[in-house]
């Protein structure tokens, strides 16, 4: 089945440094893929769209000089936290949409990332 | 905005059906209803998806009544392992997820 896998899967970090996270669709290939965050005990909520080759798409409120998003592969986006504060504490999720995706259900999830900014 | 709405909370005991019922008034001609299960500290898992009438896969059930105003996801003879949050969402083909509370469904021994 598609797996999608993150790394890393938790991460301390002080304040005012920089986190990065990548996601790697790791048996197909995905142009697009999601990034989302999730507070303890609230829904995910979506932060950008990752399209290969192309800038990011960002959600409304989510700072893009903040969140840095590559996607340089068809296997590989990567999120960045800059100048990171304990507010960006959260879990990190991504998913990835396999290419072509023939029906609506070819988008994958990954594990996650605990990131907590001391 | 979510466009979906469904119970908070669900209390079940094990070998029991679940049925999760999943209001989406203004779904569009494209959406498809998906449903996703997480455990904590983990990404969502698919469980089903379905356009109209009734899907079944080796897991759940999915109905969908003709107006596609609702859903009820079924869940039959429930585990302890069962216990998630189930999200109900609406997949359009911008395949974006936009994820409400969910229903937080418990199951007892």
């Known amino acids: 089945g598609a797996v999608v896998s993150q790394h890393p899967s938790w991460v301390i970090c002080k304040s005012g440094t920089s986190v990065k996270i990548e996601c790697r669709s790791l048996?197909?290939?995905?142009?697009?893929m999601f990034w989302y965050r999730q507070f303890p005990k609230q829904s995910l909520m979506l932060m950008a769209t990752?399209?290969?080759?192309?800038?990011?798409?960002?959600e409304q409120g989510v700072e893009k000089d903040k969140f840095l998003i590559n996607h340089a592969s068809l296997t590989l986006s990567t999120l960045t936290v800059t100048s990171a504060h304990p507010e960006d504490s959260s879990f990190y999720i991504c998913s990835a949409l396999d290419t072509p995706a023939e029906s609506y259900n070819e988008q994958f999830f990954g594990p996650g990332t605990r990131l907590t900014v001391l | 905005l979510a466009k979906t709405t469904q119970p908070i909370s669900m209390d079940s005991y094990e070998g029991q059906e679940v049925n999760i019922t999943c209001s989406h008034n203004n779904i569009a001609t494209n959406d498809y209803i998906t449903w996703y299960q997480q455990f904590p500290s983990q990404g969502p898992r698919f469980i089903i998806q379905g356009y109209k009438t009734k899907v079944t896969n080796e897991v759940a059930s999915l109905f969908i009544p003709a107006d596609r105003k609702s859903s009820t996801l079924s869940l039959p003879r429930v585990s302890l392992s069962d216990t998630a949050v189930y999200y109900c969402?609406?997949?359009?083909?911008?395949?974006?997820?936009?994820f409400g509370a969910g229903t937080t469904v418990t199951v007892r021994a």
């Open positions: 990752s399209n290969e080759g192309s800038k990011a798409t960002y």
């Open positions: 969402l609406l997949l359009s083909n911008d395949y974006k997820l936009s």
């Open positions: 048996d197909f290939q995905a142009t697009t």
